[in-house]
T-cell receptor, first 114, second 114 residues
């Protein structure tokens, strides 16, 4: 089984709809991250969490929210989807807060907002 | 303000030759640098890293060089193989207050031709 999963892998939605992307990891890592990948921008941090009930805004957090009710999951919600949020979304996790710690990524969710 | 920059969007090399991917950064507080590799429809995977106290780190065919005075790092792949064709992201971390977070470059798409 994959260690960090994302669902759905592909999603098409309409402007204004609420969308939730799921992320699940089995390592019991404390730290979880959400990124979006866009051409010319690389990977940009949306939100991150250092543990249960902890959430923090990243570089591009407007229009997104997260909640952390358990260690394994960090769902990402687009409150009212916009065309500018069409992107590929990656979830990642890491074990410790050491800056040398590796982040492990999920396979990504391709979201299209029409 | 892009703190980590990969100025070459793409690179094409012949199989067996050397691939050199470059990365520049602006924040002198960065203390640790990583390279991630990404295949289509997959998440990024960790490739190699280097601490700011070193100027070189080698792992098989992959070597990362760090020039702190120039705020520049490079990834050398020798010899290049068709399976190395992927997008390569450099990332930086270690800024106080940015615990556990990575700042990514825009990515460079490497094509290794048989």
């Amino acid at each position: 089984d994959a260690e960090i999963t994302q669902s759905p892998r592909h999603k098409i939605t309409e402007t204004g709809r609420q969308v939730t992307l799921a992320c699940h990891q089995i390592w019991n890592h404390n730290n979880m991250f959400w990124y979006r990948q866009d051409l010319g921008h690389g990977l940009r941090l949306i939100h991150y969490s250092y543990g249960v009930h902890d959430t923090n805004k990243g570089e591009v957090s407007d229009g997104y929210s997260v909640s952390r009710s358990n260690t394994e999951d960090l769902p990402l919600t687009l409150e009212s989807a916009a065309s500018s949020q069409t992107s590929v979304y990656f979830c990642a996790s890491s074990e410790s807060l050491a800056y040398t710690d590796t982040q492990y990524f999920g396979p990504g969710t391709r979201l299209t907002v029409l | 303000d892009q703190q980590v920059k990969q100025n070459s969007p793409s690179l094409s090399v012949q199989e067996g030759r050397i691939s050199i991917l470059n990365c520049d950064y602006t924040n002198s507080m960065f203390d640790y640098f990583l390279w991630y590799k990404k295949y289509p429809a997959e998440g990024p995977t960790f490739l190699i890293s280097i601490s700011s106290i070193k100027d070189k780190n080698e792992d098989g065919r992959f070597t990362v060089f760090l020039n702190k005075s120039a705020k520049h790092l490079s990834l050398h792949i020798v010899p290049s193989q068709p399976g190395d064709s992927a997008v390569y992201f450099c990332a930086a971390s270690g800024v106080p207050g940015n615990t556990g977070k990575l700042i990514f470059g825009q990515g460079t798409t490497l094509q290794v031709k048989p």
